[in-house]
């Protein structure tokens, strides 16, 4: 029987090591320092044997390499594939609000004005559509129902004029869950266009997943290279990004499926249709949800 000291608190297994054999937990003392856990927490995610630094390296450099490796069982190098969407998501969003989210502007004496609370809009006389036409409305309700998307679309059109700011916040807002919702829709779409390779859903699901984390972290990267100063390194550095992400995808294609690039040149071009007509659609739908509780 092992002693205290030798039995992981966590499963109380016998340990052998630093590390608990069985759950994997580290085993050293909680009582340190605070600069201490911030250095062992730096150390976890930049050490070039950490699971942030091997999943960043292939996630932006190695097409398709991560979703073969987790069906090939190598799951425990790398983030999960859920984790690394939510977390890229969420600073990517984060850090295009930080930098666009407040409208600036000046004032008649010169002086800087922040913008942060709404702008009183007042209902637009303008008619943007001249009659609504349903059969089972009223002619009563038709006109009432004209008369509100009247007066939505001309304070949706004021917003954007004078505060277009707010109107950024209201896209980046709706972004997130517009991509969430379309997530497991363009995993079908592989699903189908792959529908002979005998393939589970969940394996479409998982590339999808690795592809929107690639693309969330190369438009990251691109937004913080334009806060540099305009120079040639800076452009250079926008076009390689904007070339290597489509030059991404669909190498990531060819490595997951293994078919000729022909074909995957053809499917790579009629996904990106059909995915950009979805977020289209779907993002306006939002946006007009948006622009209803204005």
Not at 65 to 72: G, I, V
Not at 103 to 128: C, H, K, M, W
Request: glycine content about 6%; hydrophobic content about 50%.
């Amino acid at each position: 029987m092992a002693n205290d000291s030798a039995i992981c608190p966590n499963c109380k297994a016998e340990l052998y090591g630093q590390f608990c054999a069985k759950c994997g937990q580290n085993q050293k003392a909680i009582d340190q320092h605070f600069f201490t856990l911030l250095g062992e927490t730096l150390e976890d995610i930049f050490t070039p044997d950490s699971r942030t630094a091997r999943t960043l390296a292939a996630i932006l450099l190695r097409p398709g390499f991560l979703t073969r490796e987790y069906f090939a069982g190598r799951k425990a190098r790398y983030i999960q594939p859920v984790r690394l969407y939510f977390i890229s998501s969420v600073v990517f969003f984060f850090a295009v609000s930080m930098l666009g989210g407040v409208n600036t502007s000046f004032d008649e004496g010169g002086g800087l004005r922040t913008d942060t609370e709404s702008i009183a809009v007042e209902p637009e006389s303008e008619q943007y559509i001249d009659a609504v036409d349903l059969d089972f409305l009223s002619a009563e309700e038709a006109k009432e129902l004209e008369a509100k998307v009247n007066e939505q679309i001309g304070k949706a059109k004021k917003l954007v004029t004078e505060d277009p700011g707010r109107a950024r916040e209201m896209a980046v807002d709706a972004a997130p869950p517009v991509i969430f919702v379309l997530l497991p829709i363009f995993a079908a779409l592989l699903k189908l266009f792959y529908i002979g390779k005998g393939r589970f859903y969940t394996e479409h699901l998982v590339l999808a997943l690795h592809n929107h984390s690639f693309i969330f972290i190369a438009l990251l990267t691109n937004n913080l290279i334009e806060t540099l100063p305009a120079n040639f390194i800076r452009d250079a550095l926008e076009l390689l990004i904007s070339i290597w992400i489509p030059v991404y995808l669909l190498i990531s294609l060819k490595v997951t499926y293994l078919q000729g690039w022909f074909i995957t040149t053809c499917k790579f071009f009629l996904l990106a249709l059909m995915y950009s007509i979805l977020f289209f659609f779907a993002a306006v739908i939002t946006l007009i949800a948006s622009v209803l509780v204005l």
